[in-house]
């Protein structure tokens, strides 16, 4: 029954409650997550460096400002969290499909200038010869907008 397709996002797709005031584009979860789960994806959602480190009530913050080497271990032990799941599910028979990340986010932007996080789970991903596929939520989105 079950598809074992599986897809890491972004810990704000799931939940934009975690995201700056006035930054969050959705009220709760992206919308297009419906089309996931629709679709049979298992998900799993990303760890949010920015949420832990800094907490809710934290300031704007750029890639330079997380390029600091205490924020890289963080990302690096939260990476290697999130490595051992996906290696579980791939040792159990589930494809990894890819990941989601959020386009310009100082921590989970893939492309242009890559984000902290995404940054060190690319790289312990390809440590263990796995090359996922990759997407962005464009910097443009807001739920609903037409």
């Known amino acids: 029954m079950r598809s074992r397709k599986l ?3 972004a810990y704000c797709s799931l939940n934009q409650n975690s995201v700056l005031p006035d930054w969050e ?3 709760g979860a992206y919308p297009f997550m419906d089309i996931l789960v629709k679709e049979g994806y298992g998900i799993i959602q990303l760890d949010c460096p920015e949420l832990l480190s800094r907490g809710l009530d934290r300031p704007p913050l750029t890639y ?3 390029n600091i080497a205490s924020h890289r271990s963080l990302c690096r032990k939260l990476a290697s969290n999130n490595i051992d799941t996906i290696k ?7 494809e990894f499909i890819g990941i989601i990340g959020i ?5 989970c932007a893939i492309s242009n200038q890559r984000g902290v996080y995404m940054e060190e789970l690319i790289k312990a991903l390809k440590e263990i010869d ?3 596929k990759y997407i962005e939520v464009p910097e443009t989105y807001i739920e609903n907008n037409k």
């Open 25 to 27: 584009r959705s009220r």
């Open 7 to 9: 897809i890491a996002v």
């Open 64 to 66: 330079q400002d997380y």
């Open 88 to 94: 579980a599910h791939i040792a159990g028979g589930d």
């Open 130 to 132: 796995i090359y996922p």
């Open 103 to 107: 386009e310009s986010s100082p921590n």
